[in-house]
T-cell receptor, first 112, second 111 residues
Framework: NAGVTQTPKFQVLKTGQSMTLQCAQD?????MSWYRQDPGMGLRLIHY???????DQGEVPNGYNVSRSTTEDFPLRLLSAAPSQTSVYFC???????????FGEGSWLTVV | QKEVEQDPGPLSVPEGAIVSLNCTYS??????FMWYRQYSRKGPELLMY????GNKEDGRFTAQVDKSSKYISLFIRDSQPSDSATYLC???????????FGAGTRLFVKA
């Protein structure tokens, strides 16, 4: 019962560095998304994908890139990390009864 | 103004109390309404969902949606210390491309 798996769980980056947060799901869901969670702001949608080869922007897409080459994988790339990108990142997939969103365990990212 | 507004709390109640958690939303296109529970350092998990207006009950939990006032509520009866968590409301339009979350209310249930 893997569900949504994201790595790494913790990461410290220097300003200007780039990195990729990995996300994989084994539920064969077409819809996947990335959220960031900040105190007092709740979960904010960064990017989403409705299927392989199709991605679109959410509420806060600037500074992030995504791609969807397979149904299973949906990596999030930080192009040039900034301190404002310090946050907890959640990957999610959606499907099944009630269009339930299933979240990964989260990735804690600090940019110094 | 955010499309879904939620008081972040924190809310502290004694064990056994009835808890009322509330959200408001602004987008009339929203048709699906959900409540997620998030324990510390974990991802959110779906607690309940409702479609359009009305009530839905599951054990000690009742979700209520009033589309005329754009108000979403979650009631927890006989609250337990294990209910201590952050509760996030969420709304989704019929197309389902975007699910918008509230800021989350942090709940503490004291034994």
């Amino acid at each position: 019962n893997a569900g949504v798996t994201q790595t790494p769980k913790f990461q410290v980056l220097k300003t200007g560095q780039s990195m990729t947060l990995q996300c994989a799901q084994d539920m064969n869901h077409e819809y996947m998304s990335w959220y960031r969670q900040d105190p007092g702001m709740g979960l904010r949608l960064i990017h989403y994908s409705v299927g392989a080869g199709i991605t679109d922007q959410g509420e806060v897409p600037n500074g992030y890139n995504v791609s969807r080459s397979t149904t299973e994988d949906f990596p999030l790339r930080l192009l040039s990390a900034a301190p404002s990108q310090t946050s907890v990142y959640f990957c999610a997939s959606r499907g099944g009864r009630g269009n339930t969103i299933y979240f990964g365990e989260g990735s804690w990212l600090t940019v110094v | 103004q955010k499309e879904v507004e939620q008081d972040p709390g924190p809310l502290s109640v004694p064990e056994g109390a009835i808890v009322s958690l509330n959200c408001t939303y602004s987008n009339s296109a929203f048709q699906y309404f959900m409540w997620y529970r998030q324990y510390s350092r974990k991802g959110p998990e779906l607690l309940m969902y409702t479609y359009s207006s009305g009530n839905k009950e599951d054990g000690r939990f009742t979700a209520q949606v009033d589309k005329s006032s754009k108000y979403i509520s979650l009631f927890i009866r006989d609250s337990q210390p294990s209910d201590s968590a952050t509760y996030l409301c969420a709304s989704q339009d019929t197309g389902g491309f975007k699910t918008i979350f509230g800021a989350g209310t942090r709940l503490f249930v004291k034994a």
